[in-house]
């Protein structure tokens, strides 16, 4: 039973929300404050977070900012619930690793539908990808480089498991857009190329000539299916 951790100061909120998950079977713990967020969530060791933006003592995003440079935490998905709606907002609270943003307000049975998405992405099957030197672990959400670890954000992890998973197929940015963000993101397809650029940075051996992510002009992006012995590991 997956536990999930709800940072949330509106009381009401708070106790709605409660209620909804618990009702589904999550297991839940939470907070009305955002000081103290981290540390319960090396207490509770929650299997995803729910965090507001605007907490009357903390700031969410720097939140979200700890848990994604903490060893121990940095795995937990977190979604963002926020009244903050602006494109830029949403692309910011991505980019720190955030897995989904929903904006107040909203459909409760949408809110338990996009927390159930979460879990679905990431069962992740017992297996890991590799071409040559890059290799991706999807059970303990590792990436290395000639043997180093990576550290990729949670977005950038799914990202890449994703065109690594298809090499040599062509996607445009609207199905990157699906396959990793989800039908429900609010986000502009010109999000996936700041997320390309920042993954490339992190993975490719010299990122202003891209070997393993390849633009297709005029289509999308493409993982390169002659990327050293690009193939799908089943362990054993």
């Known amino acids: ?54 907490l009357p003592d903390a700031n969410g995003l720097e939140i979200c900012r700890n848990l994604r440079s903490d060893p121990e935490l940095s795995h937990i998905p977190v979604i963002f619930l926020t009244a903050c709606s602006s494109e830029t907002d949403r692309i910011v609270g991505l980019e720190l690793g955030a897995s989904d943003y929903i904006i107040k307000p909203f459909f409760v049975r949408e809110f338990v539908a996009r927390v159930k998405i979460q879990f ?12 040559g030197p890059l290799a991706l672990y999807p059970a303990t959400c590792r990436v290395t480089l000639n043997g180093e670890d990576l550290s990729l ?16 197929v062509v996607f445009s940015r609207e199905q990157l857009l699906d396959a990793v963000w989800g039908h429900s993101r609010n986000i502009s397809d010109r999000a996936v190329d700041v997320y390309i650029l920042r993954l490339r940075q992190k993975v490719e051996p010299d990122p202003a000539e891209p070997f393993f992510i390849r633009s297709v002009r005029g289509f999308g992006y493409s993982f390169n299916e002659h990327a050293g012995q690009s193939s799908l590991t089943v362990a054993s």
């Open 1 to 54: 039973m997956q536990k999930i951790a709800l940072i949330e100061d509106d009381a009401d909120l708070f106790m709605l929300l409660k209620y909804n998950l618990e009702k589904e079977g999550f297991r839940f713990t939470g907070a009305q404050t955002g000081r103290g967020a981290v540390e319960l969530c090396r207490q509770e060791r929650p299997d995803l977070v729910v965090l507001d933006i605007m």
């Open 153 to 168: 954000t949670a977005t950038e992890f799914r990202l890449l498991e994703f065109l690594m998973s298809s090499p040599g």
């Open 120 to 131: 679905r992405r990431n069962a992740k099957p017992s297996r890991w990808l590799q071409a």
